[in-house]
């Protein structure tokens, strides 16, 4: 009996297909090659369409994976970004070295306000000063500290007055030296006070100097790590755009 023989027409690989049909009836031969011919066709394109079909089956499978690892991705990397504090490592390395810059600057004016109280007290506290005028405050303007200096140097100077006409123990005099303890006395208290509070200044300010140095220790660290986290997310954002653009090629291509 008769049957269809298929081959390779020309040379090998070649993607053309000679079709042949034995038979006395050519006209019978003619049909039964022609509908060879469109069966063949027809399981040509079925292939077809099923490898487009099972290729974007492949290609959402992969897509999802790679969603899924997305979304992992950015949640670490936003939970890296809250954990570290970090919104611009740039600005923020900025801010740092301002905040520091700004903490030498305040902690310079502070332990400068330290020693000028530390002078006045030495002066005002110094027995050869006993009966001596301050005759300068270098700067502090606290108007208690103000007024008692004022009243201390015009109780001087009324003392230094009087001695030009009377004793030294007349009782005005030892009336006036009173006085004048009790407002050196009120002095050294004051800039005792005046030293603690500049004193816990110095120290807050040391503190934040400390911890903003600490943070400039780590950023260099923190950036790698964070530039590693956009890296793995920059790779996932770029290949689900490959895949997104072959499923549209693969779509287009199965229309």
């Known amino acids: 009996s008769s ?13 053309v297909l000679s079709i ?25 394109l079925e292939d077809k369409r099923q490898t487009l079909v099972n290729t974007l089956s492949f290609i959402d499978a992969q897509m999802k994976d790679v969603q ?9 990397l936003q939970g ?3 954990e570290k504090k970090i919104i611009n490592p740039e600005a923020q390395s900025q801010l740092i070295f301002g905040q520091i810059s700004e903490s030498s600057k305040q902690l310079t004016e502070q332990e400068v306000k330290l020693k000028v109280v530390d002078i006045l007290t030495k002066n005002i506290a110094d027995q050869k000063n006993q009966y001596q005028i301050v005759s300068t405050t270098l700067g502090i ?24 006409s009377t004793s030294i123990n007349n009782p005005m005099i030892k009336n006036l030296e009173s006085g004048i303890e009790k407002l050196r006395t009120g002095m050294l208290d004051n800039l ?14 040391t503190r934040k100097s400390q911890e903003a140095n600490s943070q400039i220790g780590t950023i260099p660290a923190t950036e790698k790590q964070l530039r590693e986290k956009s890296r793995q997310q920059k790779i996932f954002e770029e290949l689900y755009s490959f895949l997104l653009q072959k499923k549209l090629e693969t779509a287009i291509a199965s229309a």
């Open 3 to 15: 049957s269809i023989n298929v081959a390779q027409s020309g040379e090998y690989n070649s993607n």
């Open 20 to 44: 042949s049909y034995a038979t006395e009836n050519t006209k019978l031969g003619i049909d039964i090659v022609d509908q060879f011919m469109e069966e063949y066709q027809k399981a040509s």
């Open 68 to 76: 899924t690892n997305l979304g992992d991705v950015e949640r670490n």
């Open 80 to 82: 890296f970004r809250e």
């Open 141 to 164: 303007e606290e108007p208690s500290f103000t007024a008692q200096v004022l009243e201390y140097n015009r109780l001087q100077m009324e003392r230094q007055t009087a001695l030009k």
């Open 192 to 205: 005792a006070n005046f030293r603690k509070t500049y004193k816990v200044a110095i120290d807050d300010i």
